[in-house]
């Protein structure tokens, strides 16, 4: 099955495996002996990208995890625009998610515990939720496949969720384990994780995966330069705002 990173192939993957039987549950309701689909999302690159995702997993009657990056240069949850996204994603009724770093921390255990629970203190307030459910981004081997919980909330890179079930991901843009579709759990009906990267998947054009990741910066570059010619007078003399387009 060819790995076509489109919204409308997405929402064709939901469709599908719903039609294999799967519902979709949230990390805390995994039933191991149940045909589920716990669909996460590590936010990487784009809120508005997950935003997106969010509100099409909703016209489906789909609900999942956003878990995002607080120590990031990629985005920002308090920003205006970073708000916006984020309450887009709750209204769509689903769950927010830490993406915890670990690398910011040094290796240092202490550093660490502290870190994650700082981090989903902020995110709790920026969310007026609970952080129920964490994941790491970019983790060690040695990270994977562990403890289920980690400081009183779910890991959800934990055995029970990476082990015990099946585990299939677009990380880099290809499906290293096998499209969903044909992953040996779902084959056999038992319960899935299932990773998406919103950044494969929110545009329809079936560009390489290159030309979208250009085509974001691009988008990313332009908002950034509308805000400098907002705030900053020097650079609106000689780069005036045009009028945004839609
Ligand atoms: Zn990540």
Redesign the pocket.
């Known amino acids: 099955m060819r790995a076509d990173f489109t919204l409308s192939a997405y929402r064709e993957m939901l469709s599908n495996l719903r039609g294999a039987g799967y519902a979709f549950s949230r990390f805390g309701g995994l039933d191991i002996r149940k045909r589920q689909v716990l669909l996460r999302h590590?936010v990487?690159q784009s809120l508005q990208a997950a935003a997106i995702i969010a509100e099409a997993e909703h016209e489906l009657s789909i609900s999942s995890t956003y878990f995002l990056?607080l120590r990031t240069e990629m985005y920002n949850v308090l920003s205006p625009d970073g708000r916006d996204a984020i309450a887009a994603i709750l209204y769509h009724g689903h769950q927010v998610g830490l993406?915890f770093d670990p690398t910011a921390y040094d290796d240092d255990p202490q550093g660490l515990s502290n870190g994650l629970e700082l981090e989903c203190d902020i995110l709790e307030r920026v969310t007026g939720r609970p952080v129920e459910v964490v994941s790491f981004?970019?983790p060690a081997s040695s990270l994977i496949g562990k403890q289920n919980e980690i400081q009183g909330r779910i890991n959800a890179y934990g055995e029970r969720y990476v082990h015990d079930i099946g585990y299939c991901s677009d990380s880099t843009g290809r499906w290293r384990y096998g499209h969903p579709l044909e992953h040996d759990a779902v084959r056999a009906g038992r319960p899935l994780q299932l990773l998406t990267h919103p950044i494969w998947w929110y545009r329809d054009e079936p560009v390489d995966l290159q030309r979208r990741l250009e085509s974001f910066l691009s988008d990313r570059t332009k908002r950034l330069d509308r805000e400098l010619a907002a705030n900053c007078k020097p650079y609106r003399s000689v780069n005036p705002l045009e009028p945004e387009a839609n």
Request: hydrophobic letters at 15%.
């Open positions: 590590d990487d990056l993406h981004h970019r």
